[in-house]
């Protein structure tokens, strides 16, 4: 089956670390997506990529990083820079660039700072 | 500004009767629109989407939208409630911003449905 599978699904961090949260898609899309998910506020975007060995910024881009080596593969990086980390993660793809291609989402990461 | 504003954050009904799911947006073109759904501790879920080609929209699970372009609505509905549309829901527009063909969320609408 094809879809995106986001791991781990509940992860505790301590203040000071840095924490990184996978997402492998296998649809063959072309572009990738981070959200966070706070209660009340919708998704903002973290970041988000639309081709192999490129990303951008999205809103909220301060204190997290990415790579996007492969096409199937967006690993989301937490680090310590980041002030309030806790929330819930959601992974996503798209075909490719257009303004009518639906989103496809992961079931989600949610990170604990302890 | 291009937004999306959810009326409601809260809408309750009992089983069996109407959902309404409110949703105005702000653009300077007519887009396409998305209603997602989301279960507690889910990803969200595709649940229609309007492209221009009829204003009346049916999606899965018996909701339905309509995009009314002198309203700038596009509000959710059902026209019988199920336990099992108890969620939260989501209206996303596109966002002309950059060449990405970024998504603008709203802030979601949490569906409660009593017995």
């Known amino acids: 089956d094809g879809g995106i599978t986001q791991s781990p699904k509940y992860l505790f961090r301590k203040e000071g670390q840095n924490v990184t949260l996978s997402c492998e898609q296998n649809?063959?899309?072309?572009?990738m997506y981070w959200y966070r998910q706070d209660p009340g506020q919708g998704l903002r975007l973290i970041y988000y990529?639309?081709?192999?060995?490129?990303?951008q910024k999205g809103d909220i881009a301060e204190g997290y990083s990415v790579s996007r080596e492969k096409k199937e593969s967006f690993p989301l990086t937490v680090t310590s820079a980041q002030k309030n980390p806790t929330a819930f993660y959601l992974c996503?793809?798209?075909?490719?660039?257009?303004?009518?291609?639906?989103?496809?989402f992961g079931e989600g990461s949610r990170l604990t700072v302890l | 500004a291009q937004s999306v504003t959810q009326l409601d954050s809260h809408v309750s009904v009992s089983e069996g009767t109407p959902v309404l799911l409110r949703c105005n947006y702000s653009?300077?073109?007519?887009?396409?629109l998305f209603w997602y759904v989301q279960h507690p501790n889910k990803g969200l879920q595709l649940l229609l989407k309007?492209?221009?080609?009829?204003?009346l929209v049916k999606g899965i699970n018996g909701f339905e939208a309509e995009f009314k372009k002198s309203e700038t609505s596009f509000h959710l509905t059902k026209p019988s409630a199920h336990m099992s549309d108890a969620a939260e829901y989501f209206c996303?527009?596109?966002?002309?911003?950059?060449?990405?063909?970024?998504?603008?969320f709203g802030k979601g609408t949490k569906l409660s449905v009593k017995p």
């Open positions: 309007y492209t221009s080609a009829a204003t």
């Open positions: 653009s300077s073109y007519s887009p396409s």
């Open positions: 990529s639309q081709i192999v060995n490129d990303f």
């Open positions: 996303v527009a596109p966002s002309v911003r950059g060449s990405q063909g970024n998504l603008i």
């Open positions: 996503a793809s798209r075909p490719g660039q257009g303004f009518t291609g639906e989103l496809f």
């Open positions: 649809l063959n899309h072309d572009a």
